[in-house]
Nanobody, 115 residues
Framework: QVQLVESGGGLVQPGGSLKLSCAAS????????MFWVRQAPGKGLEWISS????????YYADSVKGRFGISRDNANNTLYLQMNNLKSDDTAVYYC????????RGQGTQVTVSS
């Protein structure tokens, strides 16, 4: 069955950086667009980024454009999210997902941006 396991979250100061990873299994990773979504406290799921099969096409929500970078390693079935210049509004649980709505997603990793 599909398994998505995120890691790399933590506590970081405003302006700092983190890199999230997502280990995927149970499906053909290289044939799947992949997504990152997040859920801030008290809010619904928010799509933040997408990447095509081989990584040639990427999309970002306006809220993270220019600060976050999505990438993938198909040889190792791993999805990444490089997050730079983090802000307090980025505090959320981050999920990798097989769809932009996050219907099929992992257990998430907590990112807290605070001084």
């Amino acid at each position: 069955q599909v398994q998505l396991v995120e890691s790399g979250g933590g506590l970081v100061q405003p302006g700092g950086s983190l890199k999230l990873s997502c280990a995927a299994s149970g499906f053909t990773f290289s044939s799947s667009w992949m997504f990152w979504v997040r859920q801030a406290p008290g809010k619904g799921l928010e799509w933040i980024s997408s990447i095509s099969f081989f990584g040639g096409t990427t999309y970002y929500a306006d809220s993270v454009k220019g600060r976050f970078g999505i990438s993938r390693d198909n040889a190792n079935n791993t999805l990444y999210l490089q997050m730079n210049n983090l802000k307090s509004d980025d505090t959320a649980v981050y999920y990798c997902a097989k769809d932009s709505r996050g219907a099929v997603r992992g257990q998430g990793t907590q990112v807290t941006v605070s001084s």
